[in-house]
């Protein structure tokens, strides 16, 4: 699947968001090396803190198929908005232990698109690495 394909299937998981709140969709949708493609969509609810951004969704879902960060080829996070979204710092910190850091991860909205990788994204990030034993 190429990077344009995986893009537009991030837009067809933003079509299933649930966001009354903010007004601003948001698809993900993470590709396996086996070739599947895992969606998910934001997901708000009136107690702020009890919803879930997309691209969380997206990578639980995969993860709970079975999934690791080494079956995961890349992810696409797309939204409608005026400028290309970055993942809020919840779902960096997520995607740093979730994904390897060469994962390529692909911003997009229907005008512009950018691929960045962990490092750019989160860098110095506090992970597993970092915890006492």
Same mark, same amino acid.
Do not use: W
């Given at each position: ?18 966001s009354p709140y903010s007004h601003f969709p948001v698809g993900a949708a993470v590709l396996t090396s086996d070739g599947e493609v895992t969606y998910g969509?934001?997901?708000?609810? $009136? ?14 879902? $995969? ?12 992810? $696409? ?57």
């Open positions: 699947m190429t990077k344009d394909e995986l893009i537009q299937e991030a837009f067809k998981a933003m079509k299933h968001t649930y969509a934001n997901i708000e609810n $009136a107690s702020y803190p009890a919803g879930i951004c997309g691209e969380r969704a997206a990578l639980f879902a $995969a993860y709970s198929k079975g999934y690791t960060r080494d079956d995961i080829v890349a992810l $696409a996070i797309v939204s409608n908005g005026k400028r290309i979204a970055a993942p809020c710092g919840v779902c960096r910190q997520v995607l740093y232990e979730l994904l390897n850091s060469d994962t390529p991860i692909y911003l997009a909205t229907p005008d512009e698109q950018k691929t960045v990788t962990m490092q750019e994204i989160l860098p110095m990030a506090f992970g597993p690495e970092d915890l006492a034993e």
